[in-house]
T-cell receptor, first 109, second 113 residues
Framework: DAKTTQPNSMESNEEEPVHLPCNHS???????IHWYRQLPSQGPEYVIH???SNVNNRMASLAIAEDRKSSTLILHRATLRDAAVYYC??????????FGAGTRLTVKP | NAGVTQTPKFRILKIGQSMTLQCAQD?????MYWYRQDPGMGLKLIYY???????DKGEVPNGYNVSRSTTEDFPLRLELAAPSQTSVYFC????????????FGPGTRLTVT
C-alpha cells in the first residue's frame, strides 16, 4: 500500500541541479510531504518538508504541485556528498512514517 | 550534543539468544522510535514512545519489546532471536510525534545465525 512513487535511481553530474520527483496521488488534505536522505552506512537525515507552498532551506528546495499529487526535491548544485538514497514520505499517518525504497542518486564527477 | 547514540554498532547472535539494543538521546526529545532496515529496503517502524512510561507498536513489533523509563533512553529487547531479525536497526528521536524532523542514530547491524 505504497503511498508515494519514486524512480528507483537517478544520475546527475557534479555541480548541476538535480530534480527528484515523487508522485503521491492519494495524498490527503492533512498529509505533509517529507523528504529524508540516507547516505551510505548512515541513518536517514531530514532534508525538508512542506504542505502546500514551495519551501526552501539550506539543503534543498521542495516544489509542490498545485493539486499536491506530486512534488519535486531540488538540489541546486549536486556534490559528490549528495550521493544517497532519497525518501519521499507522507505523514503523519497513524503514527507511522512509511519509508519506501526511495531513489538512489548517483553523482558523477 | 551527541545527538542520538546507539550501542553496539555490530552484533552477531545465535538463534534463540536474546539481547538489548541501547539507544540514548541528549536533546530532551519526548518522542523516540525504533526502525529496522532490511537490505535494499526502506525503514519499517517497530515501536515508538511519546514519553517516559508510554510506548506503542509500529508496523513490525513482533519479536521485540521496548521500555522507556527515562526521557533519554529507549532500549529495544530481542527475545529468542531468529534469522528473520537480521537487519540494521535505527533509533530516532523528535520533538513531536512523527515530527517533520526526526534525528537518527548511526544504527546497529545485527546478524542472527
Amino acid at each position: 500500500d505504497a503511498k508515494t512513487t519514486q524512480p528507483n535511481s537517478m544520475e546527475s553530474n557534479e555541480e548541476e541541479p538535480v530534480h527528484l520527483p515523487c508522485n503521491h496521488s492519494t495524498i490527503s488534505g492533512t498529509d505533509y510531504i517529507h523528504w529524508y536522505r540516507q547516505l551510505p552506512s548512515q541513518g536517514p537525515e531530514y532534508v525538508i518538508h512542506g504542505l502546500t507552498s514551495n519551501v526552501n532551506n539550506r539543503m534543498a528546495s521542495l516544489a509542490i504541485a498545485e493539486d499536491r499529487k506530486s512534488s519535486t526535491l531540488i538540489l541546486h548544485r549536486a556534490t559528490l556528498r549528495d550521493a544517497a538514497v532519497y525518501y519521499c514520505i507522507l505523514g503523519p499517518d497513524n503514527n507511522d512514517m512509511r519509508f519506501g525504497a526511495g531513489t538512489r542518486l548517483t553523482v558523477k564527477p | 550534543n551527541a545527538g542520538v547514540t546507539q550501542t553496539p554498532k555490530f552484533r552477531i547472535l545465535k538463534i534463540g539468544q536474546s539481547m538489548t539494543l541501547q539507544c540514548a538521546q541528549d536533546m530532551n526529545h519526548n518522542y523516540m522510535y525504533w526502525y529496522r532496515q532490511d537490505p535494499g529496503m526502506g525503514l519499517k517502524l517497530i515501536y515508538y514512545s511519546v514519553g517516559a512510561g508510554i510506548t506503542d507498536k509500529g508496523e513490525v513489533p513482533n519479536g521485540y519489546n521496548v521500555s522507556r523509563s527515562t526521557t533519554e533512553d529507549f532500549p529495544l529487547r530481542l527475545e529468542l532471536a531468529a534469522p528473520s531479525q537480521t537487519s540494521v536497526y535505527f533509533c530516532a528521536s523528535s520533538t513531536t510525534l512523527i515530527s517533520y524532523e526526526q534525528y537518527f542514530g548511526p544504527g546497529t547491524r545485527l546478524t542472527v545465525t
